[in-house]
């Protein structure tokens, strides 16, 4: 009798041993587990193309459509890297376009708004695949999250380079273009590596300066413009300067105290509307003429259309560093 249940029971297992490897859920091509009770077949090669891929930003992580056909940017540096790349785009602000992207200002363009200010009523009837972000936009992530795919591709100036790279490659693996995108980087770290090689060793300091009307900001290491600090290698006249969206405001005397072999000059008012007094005008007086900056024509005006307006694209800061090569010597 023993034996009869022993065997019984042996048969048993290997019937619900069987049905088992008979019952194992199949995956579909994403991975998500289906509801097939089939035997298990030998996988397909999945195909070298997929239809989403996940880029995990600063404000969170968005499953974004590969290739998407109406694509909105709300930052003038990721819309040249597209132009560069002979991406489309369906949106944009149409407000302060840089002149190096002039023909985004074409009416077949829709205008969704401003960089601060979305015209949710304009993106609601484009219906955009993708919208792409940074920092003047930011506030409105989740809303704009809610009409499509969102990502926020700012440059973290803490780690310049290193954001910037990361940027360019998820514009690289959304829009297949990791090849071209892997040459651009490339051509900008040869600029990098020629620029540091002339300042390396060198004394001579830096102190950035943003013209506003008649009000300067100081930016140093770690800031928006930290560029030619963190990355190009200049030694920051005020290592100390707070780091902040719009710098720390500083007087001609503090720009006379710190006496600067260079001053780089961005001029807010040029680019944006209403205007103000220039930047040169702005500068032109005592007390910034006993620096050695501007005793040894070392005083630079960036074109603030890259350095303001645009910059965090493969066009912009590639011309950035040009302006910077060009001043050194």
């Known amino acids: 009798m023993k034996r009869t249940v022993s065997l019984v029971s042996t048969l048993l297992a290997l019937t619900l041993a069987v049905a088992g490897c008979a ?110 972000i940074s920092a003047r936009t930011s506030t409105h992530y989740e809303a704009l999250s809610e009409l499509a795919p969102t990502i926020y591709l700012a440059v973290d100036t803490s780690q310049y380079m290193e954001s910037f790279k990361q940027n360019m490659e998820h514009i690289g693996a959304i829009f297949q273009k990791e090849e071209q995108v892997a040459a651009e980087l490339k051509k900008i770290e040869d600029q990098i590596a020629a620029v540091r090689a002339k300042v390396a060793g060198g004394s001579e300091k830096a102190l950035i300066l943003l013209s506003n009307d008649k009000s300067i900001s100081a930016y140093g290491p770690g800031s928006r413009y930290a560029l030619i600090h963190d990355v190009l290698g200049f030694p920051a006249a005020d290592p100390t300067i707070e780091v902040s969206t719009h710098g720390q405001q500083v007087s001609f005397e503090y720009v006379k105290e710190k006496n600067p072999d260079y001053i780089f000059v961005i001029d807010r008012a040029a680019v944006v509307s209403g205007g103000g007094q220039s930047a040169k005008d702005t500068l032109d007086n005592d007390l910034i003429r006993q620096t050695n900056a501007a005793q040894n024509g070392r005083i630079i005006y960036l074109d603030p259309n890259y350095w303001y307006l645009s910059g965090g694209g493969l066009v912009s800061v590639s011309q950035m560093i040009e302006e910077v090569a060009a001043a050194v010597r």
């Not at 489309?88 to 407000?95: F, M, T």
């Not at 985004?104 to 960089?115: A, M, Q």
């Open 23 to 132: 019952g194992v859920a199949s995956t579909d091509a994403n991975g998500s587990a289906g509801g097939s009770t089939s035997p298990v077949q030998t996988a397909e090669p999945r195909p070298e193309t997929q239809d989403t891929i996940l880029i995990t930003h600063q404000l969170g992580e968005t499953v974004v459509p590969v290739n998407p056909e109406k694509v909105v940017v709300f930052d003038f540096g990721i819309l040249d890297t597209l132009d560069l790349l002979g991406v489309e785009v369906a949106g944009l602000p149409q407000g302060n376009v840089p002149p190096y992207l002039s023909q985004y200002t074409h009416s077949r363009y829709t205008n969704v708004g401003t960089l601060q200010e979305p015209d949710f009523e304009a993106l609601s009837a484009l219906d955009p695949d993708l919208i792409i």
